[in-house]
């Protein structure tokens, strides 16, 4: 009997263990997990500390999944070495257990400063672990610190400000998401931000906080800020190590490299979601987007790999798609940045289209704003802000034309009827502005 042993119980490992036995039903499929829980979902973290359901996190128990899905699942249990074919286990299942194929899926951890006073009571890290702790201290708290613009802390930000807290935002770089997007697209948010009750201190690092035993404030290099607490939402690092024990090898963003069928150089050894490198659809480089919807997939072309004993599934090159929001605000971006692109000596033509999400005659039509980027005639990259859920869907959409002709934007097929859309996708706009600048007026085309 073959053996696959899965390490990490989140999207990439739940995913991963489910597939591998689907395909292999007579194989033995082992999933561990250092934590109490698997299969939860991290991006409803924000959320679930607001007033969301706690359960909502928790997709699967152990029970079910064993029963529903066929696979053996050890909590409390820490892979912590590699031995040839075996793994060495510690915790509530000691001992080792051999492999035949082994998926490591030992996702990220959130990363905090090392700044002096991070330790005092009032300080919270939101992840699925901390959840109950995070609503306790919080819910005391009338004066809260957000340190970190990205993600997590827009939407912590926005789960404080709803639930009538006093919140600073407090982000090093010049905007909240410097990472996907620009300044003028950001800015939209931020205004919107402050329009909302958040204080924004852009620009500033934190240097340390004081309270004697409980968080009472934040210095930052700009500023002192009074607080109840203290969340930290400054990112993640991929949790390489037991990887590495197994042979495996970093790529430049400091991710486990892996090759399209997630294969990490050791015979039988796969890695799968945020532990692992892919490749970027525009520039071809390696690249690292903890997301989860990357993370189910790689873990279903490992599980698909590990359980047919071969190299059956590939994982292609990625765009970045991501969304969020600020109260009724969201946010949308795909592919690079005009930052991204200068810093890869790419030359950059901007076009920036204000729509509305319906015929402009329905009622209660919202504005989105749209910019596209254009290097060397293809698209690479957009960011959507809007008041309408449909920023996501146009996000996904633009993602099928992330590293495509500009032009193909204008013959975008879409649907239309004045409840759903305009005649005039603002896409179809983007594409026109391009053939405008492509097309010479003697009708010759310009290259």
């Known amino acids: 009997m073959r053996t696959v042993v899965v390490v990490g119980g989140g999207a990439a490992g739940s995913t991963a263990a489910s597939r591998a036995k689907r395909l292999c039903p007579n194989c033995r499929v082992v999933l561990v997990e250092a934590g109490d829980v698997i299969t939860h979902a991290p ?20 029970e079910e999944f064993e029963a ?69 201290i919080l819910a005391e708290a009338r004066r809260v610190s957000i340190i970190g613009g990205g993600y997590i802390g827009v939407e912590m930000a926005d ?10 935002l407090i982000e090093g ?32 690092r934190v240097v340390r906080l004081e309270g004697g035993g409980r968080v ?8 002192r800020y009074e607080v109840d607490a203290v969340v930290f939402a400054t990112g993640v690092r991929p949790n390489v190590e037991l990887a590495l024990k197994a042979g495996a090898k970093l790529g430049p963003t400091g991710a486990v490299a892996v090759n399209r069928y997630l294969e990490a150089g050791p015979s039988g050894v796969y890695v799968a979601g945020d532990a692992a490198e892919m490749v970027h659809k525009v520039t071809g480089e390696p690249a690292w987007i903890p997301l989860a919807t990357y993370a189910n997939k790689m873990g279903y072309v490992a599980g698909t790999n590990a359980g047919l004993g071969g ?14 929001k600020f109260r009724d605000m969201y946010v949308g971006s795909v592919g690079l940045t005009e930052a991204d692109a200068a810093r890869r000596g790419m030359a950059v033509a901007a ?27 293809r698209l690479i990259g957009m960011q959507i802000v809007g008041f309408s859920s449909a920023v996501g869907a146009y996000v996904d959409l633009a993602a099928q034309f992330i590293g495509e002709p500009a032009e193909r934007l204008f013959y975008a097929e879409y649907s239309y009827m004045p409840f759903t859309a305009p005649v ?5 706009i983007v594409g026109r502005l391009w053939l405008r600048n492509y097309y010479r007026p003697n009708g010759s085309a310009a290259l």
């Open 311 to 324: 190299r059956a599934a590939e994982f292609p090159p990625v765009a970045g798609a991501s969304v969020t």
């Open 351 to 377: 076009y920036v289209v204000r729509a509305l999400d319906r015929a402009k005659y329905v009622r209660e039509v919202r504005e989105m704003v749209v910019k596209a980027l254009v290097s060397g005639g």
């Open 173 to 204: 770089e010049d905007r909240p998401l410097p990472k996907v997007l620009d300044r003028d697209v950001a800015g939209l948010l931020a205004n919107y931000m402050a329009s909302g009750g958040v204080e924004l201190r852009l620009g500033e």
């Open 68 to 136: 529903e899905r066929g696979v053996e699942v050890l909590l409390r249990t820490r892979a912590v070495d590699v031995e040839g074919n075996r793994v060495k286990l510690e915790g509530e299942r000691g001992g080792f257990v051999e492999f035949d194929a082994l998926i490591i899926a030992t996702g990220a951890r959130p990363w905090i400063p090392p700044v002096e006073g991070v330790g005092l009571r009032g300080v919270v890290v939101p992840t699925v672990a901390n959840i109950r702790q995070a609503k306790a």
């Open 424 to 428: 005039w996708h603002p896409f179809v």
């Open 216 to 223: 009472r404030r934040v210095v930052t290099d700009g500023g």
């Open 43 to 62: 991006c409803a973290v924000p959320y679930a500390i607001g007033d969301m359901a706690e359960e909502a996190v928790w997709l699967f128990d152990k």
């Open 159 to 168: 789960v404080l400000a709803a639930a009538g807290k006093r919140v600073v």
